[in-house]
């Protein structure tokens, strides 16, 4: 019965049960109804294999849209922190402005200050200076008179 479909038939698991067959049906008419039921299973072979195919494609585009979303997402991660890095860069350098504008006013007060108190030590000794310079003068004058 039927060798030329057994091939098909064992490929895909498939019997024939012919109990669904009238008895009127002749070997030829089962062979000719089988063929278009061979072909049939062929034409449905063939779109399931290009609708696995298409599914393939589609999983394989699915994947290389989420590298580019991943791709996407490590861009704008880097940008982030280049701009987060640039921030920080120029709040340090205004920071160490700071520091340095206060440092340097630090050392103009203290210098200020240690010029004054010299300045006043030196007037203070320049007044001893000269009232000793009297009183020794007063003393020689007093001597000779």
Not at 14 to 41: A, C, E, H, V
Not at 118 to 139: F, G, R
Request: net charge negative; charged share 20%.
């Amino acid at each position: 019965k039927l060798r030329f479909a057994q091939p098909f038939f064992v490929k895909f698991n498939l019997t024939i049960n012919w109990s669904f067959y009238p008895q009127g049906f002749t070997s030829k008419t089962l062979t000719q109804n089988n063929r278009g039921l061979l072909t049939i299973f062929q034409a449905y072979t063939e779109i399931v294999s290009k609708y696995k195919d298409a599914q393939e494609q589609a999983q394989g585009q699915a994947v290389f849209n989420e590298q580019k979303l991943t791709n996407l997402a490590l861009m704008l991660e880097t940008e982030y922190l280049n701009r987060q890095n640039m921030v920080v860069d120029s709040v340090t350098k205004k920071l160490n402005y700071q520091v340095a504008v206060q440092n340097a006013l630090e050392d103009q007060e203290s210098q200020h200050m240690i010029n004054w108190i010299e300045d006043k030590v030196n007037q203070d000794i320049s007044n001893l200076d000269q009232d000793e310079m009297i009183n020794v003068c007063v003393a020689n004058l007093k001597k000779m008179a």
